[in-house]
């Protein structure tokens, strides 16, 4: 009774919210033109239902990325099984199509209100539902338990910020975290914090990060090799996935740097590319000569800046720098993913907030994989002592991509509980190649 009265006080909250949900949407859409396209999807209006297929969930850009690997074996594997992706946010979708055009289906998410994803559900009667990280609709998850749609939380964390607004409405977030059919965590604590929910731990299973897992694709190194080219040699240092309110610091950085290497290149990548024009406009008032990837251009000798202003890019430009600073890290943000660079064996520095990804990023300190800052004096002097020196440039390098080659493996192991879920492969349950975790010490203090 109390689980029921939860889900329809949370229904009747997203009814009342619903004008300002679309007014909020509507206003984005000054900045971002695609936030006012395709409502008649987030309704539950698509043109296509393509049933019996492998739905993905995938709410933005990030989880998109963290996606292509599981997409890309599960079409070698199921060419018969369609892929359903979707989305919430304009970029999210842009990414879909860039990763994986036409062979993939693809539409937003609808709201999560009950009568939406009840009829989605019976529409698409899909095989299983997979949700990438921890995007957790009650609704959605309800409608699948109804009718008998296995879900996995897969590739989840769970950080102790989030943990305890679950506990906050447990009545709510316990039984839907209970309907799920399992919840593959990134890491030992993030299971630790599902338990901790009231998860039953048999639904539990650490398979590791499949971000660990990505394809190092061979068209972004020579992209890269032909760009190096065309710039030259000089230091370079990439900011990736910055956020608002990080780029002024990360620029008062860079021109601190520029007083002990004047030719160096800062490659400034925002998370979101429609903040492009407001940091253009930065870039000129503070006097700083720069050039757009969107318009096609190369830094020139003079140009100390290289905007990047496009999607699905970003392993090229992690391919140029010598050193890359990695987002979301200052300013009080959760910080963003650092294995791409550590992929290429570029060297790692992090700000002082990474909550998102704090296992990842404490595990990479034990191995001096990760070089963490905490101001923007540290960070100038940092990258000065990287980019001065090749054999310490090489020593950070080297470490991260040992980190990163020592965790990949989650992907396999991912790929086996789905197809043992719903029977595509003989592998018995316990001899699922899962890393097991111990169970939660409930005396610890």
Not at 68 to 79: C, D, S, Y
Not at 127 to 151: D, G, K, S, Y
Not at 362 to 384: G, I, K, N, T
């Amino acid at each position: 009774m109390k689980t029921r009265l939860a889900l329809t006080t949370y229904s009747l909250i997203w009814w009342l919210l619903l004008p300002f949900v679309l007014l909020r949407l509507w206003l984005k859409g000054r900045r971002q033109p695609d936030y006012r396209l395709r409502w008649a999807e987030r309704m539950g209006h698509w043109p296509l239902y393509p049933q019996g297929c492998l739905w993905i969930h995938a709410v933005s850009v990030g989880e998109t990325i963290a996606a292509k690997g599981l997409v890309e074996q599960w079409q070698q594997r199921h060419p018969d099984i369609p892929i359903l992706i979707t989305s919430m946010t304009p970029t999210g979708s842009a990414m879909v199509r860039k990763l994986f055009g036409a062979t993939v289906h693809h539409a937003y998410l609808p709201w999560d209100m009950p009568g939406l994803q009840r009829k989605l559900v019976e529409r698409l009667q899909p095989r299983l539902l997979v949700i990438m990280e921890t995007e957790l609709w009650p609704n959605l998850i309800h409608a699948c338990r109804q009718a008998e749609v296995p879900v996995l939380l897969a590739n989840a964390r769970l950080s102790e910020k989030s943990q305890r607004g679950y506990q906050r409405v447990s009545a709510l977030t316990r039984p839907m975290l209970n309907s799920l059919t399992g919840i593959a965590a990134q890491h030992t604590p993030d299971a630790d914090r599902f338990a901790a929910l009231g998860v039953d731990e048999r639904k539990l299973q650490v398979t590791g990060s499949i971000k660990f897992d990505i394809a190092l694709d061979a068209r972004a190194g020579k992209r890269s090799k032909v760009l190096l080219k065309s710039i030259g040699t000089r230091p370079i240092w990439i900011a990736a996935s910055t956020h608002e309110g990080e780029d002024e610091l990360l620029l008062k950085a860079h021109s601190k740097l520029k007083i002990k290497l004047p030719d160096a290149l800062l490659i400034l990548v925002p998370r979101h590319p429609e903040r492009a024009d407001r940091i253009g406009g930065l870039l000129y008032k503070q006097h700083f000569q720069f050039a757009r990837r969107s318009l096609d251009q190369v830094p020139s000798a003079d140009q100390s800046v290289f905007l990047i202003d496009t999607l699905g890019e970003l392993m090229t430009f992690f391919g140029l720098a010598q050193a890359a600073f990695i987002g979301n890290s200052f300013k009080g943000g959760g910080g963003q993913n650092p294995i791409e660079p550590a992929s290429l064996g570029v060297p790692v520095l992090i700000g002082p907030t990474y909550t998102n990804f704090q296992t990842i990023i404490e595990a990479m300190r034990v191995e001096q994989a990760v070089v963490v800052v905490q101001s923007v004096d540290e960070l100038r002097d940092r990258l000065l002592g990287l980019l001065q020196s090749k054999d310490l440039r090489d020593t950070y390098g080297q470490r991260a991509y040992l980190f990163y080659q020592q965790q990949q493996g989650a992907l396999k192991r991912l790929l086996t509980w789905i197809e043992n879920i719903i029977n595509l492969d003989s592998t018995p349950t316990g001899q699922l190649l899962l890393l097991r975790r111990k169970p939660v010490n409930e005396n610890r203090q």
